[in-house]
Nanobody, 127 residues
Framework: QVQLVESGGGLVQAGGSLRLSCAASGLTFTSCHVGWFRQAPGKEREFVAAISASGSTTHYADSVKGRFTISKDNAKNTVYLQMNSLKPEDTAVYYC????????????????????WGQGTQVTVSS
């Protein structure tokens, strides 16, 4: 049974930092592309960042470029999202998602391509 578990969310002031973790069981991240998405109240779930199975390629939404960094630790089977210079508009539930490697068809920003999702972790940034 595949399980993704996010952690590290919380309440932080604008300008602060948080590091989210996504730990997996039932699959290995060396065989999966992993994305982070977020959803604010009343809004669609949106792409934040993604990392390829090999770890050699990363992708970011324009809104977080230069502030967020995605990384992975294969030994711990965990993907991280380091979030710096947080803004109130970053407030949302953050989800990690994974999909297997199937040829060259991966579209990192497309949430419908991901097979497995975590339960989410709340990030609240106060002004």
């Amino acid at each position: 049974q595949v399980q993704l578990v996010e952690s590290g969310g919380g309440l932080v002031q604008a300008g602060g930092s948080l590091r989210l973790s996504c730990a997996a069981s039932g699959l290995t991240f060396t065989s999966c592309h992993v994305g982070w998405f977020r959803q604010a109240p009343g809004k669609e779930r949106e792409f934040v960042a993604a990392i390829s199975a090999s770890g050699s390629t990363t992708h970011y939404a324009d809104s977080v470029k230069g502030r967020f960094t995605i990384s992975k630790d294969n030994a711990k089977n965990t993907v991280y999202l380091q979030m710096n210079s947080l803004k109130p508009e970053d407030t949302a539930v953050y989800y990690c998602a994974a999909r297997g490697v199937y040829g060259n068809s991966w579209q990192p920003q497309n949430r419908y391509q991901y097979n497995y999702w975590g339960q989410g972790t709340q990030v609240t940034v106060s002004s």
